[in-house]
């Protein structure tokens, strides 16, 4: 703590606490204001101390991609977790009970299947769980494709004591990224006019939905207003990256970049190169290289690409640099920020987080690996 | 041990153990008949467990590719350990020297300041360290591009009473993946002329070269018969994955597939698709998706391409199934071979090792996220 960004050692994951926060309070703020839930997505931080911070801001709870992912949160004491994804499986249906007698557990389904062996094993360990079947809002992954098919899973669920019908989860992850405002505004109207079918002929037949949960950073103005969703799941907005930083953004809310990798250079020997110590191994590639990259040390002024990802280099592209003058660059640090930043935060165990260039905090990132 | 991989949690990393033996004792013995020392990379599976391995079926140490990949290994008893790789800043020299009072350590370098700085700390801590400059072999990454850079940097390796010139370091990581066999020869053919363009200016200068390191899996063969290495290091051999086994392969070694990602199909509710449960937070993608897929649950036949990964789902194209067959994969398990091993591997805490479809080892990824 207090030390200078300088002497932290690279590579680290770093965020910029005055960013974060920035995110973290418009982002609460935004859902009171238009009178959503907000349920974050703890699968972009893998973090309880962060799931803390988003509690404390107003969240009702947190939403884990997987069962496993759920453990540190559930350790940690947050008291309401969503698993907004579909699980098989004689271990991981172990795995939804033992947590659901930890923690307030709502779980995903779109298989009739699911539902037997959830409600027996669940009334077999004498815990409840609340269960959101899964509709297919337009992505074409998981979730029932006709009402018929949600009906059944309705009826399933009544017939079992131990579960729970508290709603639906309507995502669509495509359309998040649909980089012009107006075409993501029109996507984002499309997936929830769909939703609304299911909510309205559920309605039709006398089935209460509690929760229309759904939504995420790229479209969640539009989810907020569409009138159709009560529940928020957005996850990458307390990040961004490079991804979502490329996007659009004409509405009201505004996101910092506030997750970077932080790298030194370690090798220059040819002109108008240099290499970092980063590769695939601490940056995610799969939605691009990191597309700037800011150096932390006073002085030093390079106009700079990362242009490559090996295992464990990171290649440079220092223009039309001199020899002599990119070899001047070595053992100088730079924040490069994730084109991704889920499986970024994926590949590192904590965050260093700082305040003007000083270490201000470490959270462990306790749900890393946990993909089961 | 002894369940069979059907009741192993999904996603796990697995290792067929008659594949892996078959290439373990394939690259020890040919390196045995063409007399030159394998020192073989442990940055592809990052596990002592394996090196351990390694070295018992005759190799020389192993490489890691940064100095806190090392520290497992040199807790591990591993006696000799080669960092192949740049590093720079007083933290790093402090590990270099405090792994060198554990394990025989040797170095990359290829800058002045670095050798100073690794003379001076190894002095004052008593400590020796053997020092390999690192020469570009024509990848153009890290590495000296002059014999004069070279002399350099070896009259300065002779300053240090603490340092030890032992050779020269020549990797060239581009041309381990052409694809055309003849037309890898020829690359592996450039880049061993350059190395030993160096070796022959040492040699005149009256330094003697003791150590030629470098070569790859993809290269192995031209490498050992090139007459110019005398110590290869060759890592993915060991698992190989869909961008190794998609090259040509017209040698005397064959490489079998050992490494797989174990994973169970969740959903599965549209016609043609189901869904899996490994993403990009299970699978490294930088070298393309899955290229197969096999099926372990006996009696299951299905036509099925990996052809997207979200974080945590993976999308299975079943051909033209209809929707009854498709929702009959739910629950049914398949092996993944990564696209890319090593990053792969590094998204994992343990390998599960099994024999005939029963699992027959737990062995820990001990260096994962180890990239300091």
């Keep these: ?52 911070r988003q509690i404390a801001a107003g969240a009702a709870g947190v939403c884990c991609q997987k069962l496993s992912e759920a453990y540190p949160f559930a350790a940690a004491g947050i008291a309401s977790i969503h698993v907004s994804n579909e699980f098989v499986g004689a271990d991981k249906i172990a795995m939804a009970v033992e947590l659901a007698s930890h923690t307030r ?43 018929d ?42 997936a929830a006019e769909i939703t609304a079918h299911y909510v309205q002929a559920l309605d039709t037949r006398g089935v209460r939905c509690a929760i229309v949960t759904g939504g995420g950073t790229g479209t969640v103005e539009f989810d907020a207003a569409s009138g159709v969703y009560n529940e928020l799941q957005p996850g990458s907005y307390l990040f961004m990256d490079g991804d979502y930083g490329g996007l659009g953004w004409d509405g009201e809310l505004r996101w910092r970049h506030s997750l970077f990798v932080l ?31 800011i150096w932390i040390d006073a002085g ?30 070595v053992g100088k640090r730079l924040l490069l920020p994730p084109g991704h930043c889920d499986p970024t935060v994926n590949l590192y165990d904590e965050y260093v987080c700082y305040r003007g260039e000083r270490v201000a905090d470490i959270w462990p990132i306790d749900a890393r690996g946990m993909s089961r």
Tied chains: 1, 2.
């Design 105 to 147: 557990l709502s779980v995903c389904v779109d298989a009739l299947t699911q539902v037997r062996a959830l409600g027996e094993a669940a009334a077999r360990a004498s815990v409840t769980l609340d269960v959101l079947p899964e509709i297919d809002a337009g992505q074409h992954r998981c979730g029932v494709t006709s009402v």
């Design 149 to 190: 098919a949600l009906f059944a899973l309705v009826d399933e669920i009544a017939a079992h004591d131990a579960l729970k019908f508290t709603g639906i989860q309507a995502y669509h992850g495509g359309i998040q990224h649909v980089a012009d405002w107006d075409a993501r505004k029109t996507a984002a109207a499309h």
């Design 300 to 329: 030093t002024e390079a106009e700079l690409s990362y242009v490559a990802a090996n295992d464990e280099h990171g290649m440079l592209r220092a223009q039309s640099k001199p020899q002599e003058d990119v070899a001047a660059l």
């Design 263 to 293: 790298s030194t250079v370690m090798s220059a020997t040819r002109p108008g190169m240099a290499v970092c110590d980063v590769g695939l191994k601490g940056l995610a590639v799969d939605s691009g290289l990191p597309r700037s990259a």
């Design 1 to 52: 703590m207090g030390d200078p960004l300088t002497s932290v050692g690279t590579p680290s994951l770093l965020i910029d606490l005055d960013a974060f926060d920035a995110n973290l309070t418009a982002m609460a703020a935004f859902a009171a204001r238009h009178g959503v839930a907000l349920r974050p997505h703890a699968k972009a931080h893998k973090s309880s101390e962060i799931a803390k």
